[in-house]
Structure formats: C-alpha cells, structure tokens
C-alpha cells in the first residue's frame, strides 16, 4: 500500500520550491499526529543519492526526502558554506509537513553535511524537541578539516578568483563554483552545539566509513563521545570496515545496519556502546 508522492513546497524566504517526495505506508489514512521520518542528503547529492532512497522504500515508517536548495530539482542557489540556508530550508519542509498533512517528526536521517543540517535543527528547533532518534552517516565534526583539500582550489582561485566544481549528479553534469570565503564560511559552522543543545532524550546512531577520505571516522569517535554522554538517550557507534564516504557497493549494508537498529530502538534494548550489527558469522 506503500505511494510515492512528489511534492513542491514553496520555501517560506526565498523565491523557489524545494522538491521531495512523500513515502506514505497508508496513504487512505489520516495523517494528523502520525510520525514521519526526515531523509537529509549530503552536498551535490539528492533525494535519491545513495542509500536514502533504498531506506525511504524499506523504513517502516512514512518518510519524506527532499533536494536542498540549489540542488538537482529543487530552485535557488547552492552554496559551499551555505548550512543556515540549508537548515531554513529544513525549517520549510517540517512547516509544510505540519502545516499540510499534521505530521510529527520523529527520526531525523542525515548523510554527510545533512546529518550536519539536521542535527543543528534537532538542536534549535521546537517541534526537534519532540524527535525520539537522529541516525548520523558520515558526519563531520572538524569543520575546518574543509581545509585539508584546499590545494586543489587555489590555481583557479589565483587566475579567476573562484573554483569550478564539476560532478554528475542524477546523471546531469553540473557545475558549482566555490569562493574563498565559501571555505572560511564552511569552517565556522559550529557542529560544538551538539554538546550543550542537543535533546537528552533523543537516541542517536552514527554511521561511518573507516576508508572515508572525506571525513575522517574520528568524527565518528567525537560525536560518539557528546551523544554518550547524555541521559536518558543513548548513542549507538557503527564502523564499517573498507567503506568510503559514500559507501561505494555497501549502500545496503547502511539500509541493515539503520533498519536493524531501529527495530531494537523501537524494542528498547538499546545501550550506549558500540553497534555490531550483522557481523557475528564474520569475526
């Protein structure tokens, strides 16, 4: 009975529509005060990136996943060091989500700079008050490690003043151009929050690969360290040998590890600690 609705929301400050799709399980039924999962993608991703349509078809729950803005469907402008835009633009979907339909956020899915985004809106928003998980795939901590890769930037920045970043992204080549202060902008953005304004209650997994050359897995290790200290939620760490930032050919094993958690987040048998899902037959 599962559907799939694409939907364009108008975005409450700027001029464009961000677009996502709606998973419903019982679409016939009403959807005032039921649950919904939020499905974040990463940067030059999209709602279908990786592993987050997979997990949108199998998560036993009605989900919603969007493009940010500037982003394959949706309008407006991407920006390197743009994670305040990309949190109003979270801010607009959840008020549309609430406003349209009555739902209730209740699990907050993030790869990579949406797990970023949305953890930061877990942390200053209202309705983030009442989430009972967050799941956190690949992200960063060290914001400034954005430096680390800045040799690749600087002959273009020295001849035009700008770098042109071209990827494929659903198939369609696209080119994004990234500024100096685009870097300093992204080192600034305070992931810290966590420690201090991120719900008690909320249970967190995270996600990381150890071959990930993006963000390096100690990221993992820092975050594992502000969400285990908290009570009564409790963190959940999942390190996936050989995999990368993306999780090249080990997508389903990310859609398992989240899926298998889940069912004992929802069992309550969750404990702080290390989450060693699937691996028992191959130590």
């Known amino acids: 009975m599962r559907t799939s ?3 364009r929301i108008p975005h409450s400050q700027e001029d464009c ?13 009403p959807t ?3 649950k919904i999962a939020l499905i974040l993608h990463g ?5 279908d990136y990786l592993f987050q349509k997979r997990l949108a078809l199998r998560f036993p729950l009605d989900s919603f996943r969007f ?13 390197q060091g743009g994670f305040a835009q990309d949190v109003q633009d979270l801010v607009t979907v959840v008020a549309y989500l609430r406003n349209t339909y009555g739902y209730d956020i209740d699990v907050v899915v993030g790869h990579s700079r949406g797990s970023v985004v949305g ?55 696209v080119v994004q151009r990234i500024y100096p202060h685009d870097l300093e902008e992204f080192s600034r953005w305070n992931a810290a929050i966590v420690w201090e304004k991120f719900p008690a209650n909320i249970d967190v997994l995270t996600v990381h690969g150890l071959a990930d050359k993006t963000v390096p897995s100690y990221d993992a290790v820092i975050y594992s360290r502000a969400f285990g200290s908290r009570t009564p939620g409790t963190h959940s760490l999942h390190l996936i040998e050989e995999a990368d930032h993306n999780f ?3 997508q389903d094993e990310v859609v398992e590890c ?16 290390i989450w060693m899902t699937g691996v028992r037959g191959k130590l």
């Open 5 to 7: 609705t694409k939907l």
């Open 17 to 29: 529509e961000l677009v996502g799709v709606l998973e419903q399980l019982a679409p016939e039924e």
């Open 32 to 34: 005032h005060g039921r």
């Open 43 to 47: 940067t030059m991703g999209h709602k």
């Open 67 to 79: 493009d940010f803005r500037g982003n394959h469907e949706s309008g407006g402008q991407w920006t």
């Open 119 to 173: 953890m930061h809106w877990l942390c200053t928003s209202e309705e983030g008050q009442s989430a009972r998980a967050m799941i956190n795939v690949s992200g960063r901590y060290r914001m400034h490690r954005i430096y680390d890769g800045v040799e690749v930037y600087r002959k273009e920045w020295d001849t035009q003043g700008y770098y042109e970043w071209k990827v494929t992204v659903a198939r369609q080549p």
């Open 248 to 250: 090249t050919n080990r």
């Open 258 to 273: 989240i899926l298998e958690w889940w069912d004992a987040l929802n069992q309550r048998r969750l404990k702080t600690g």
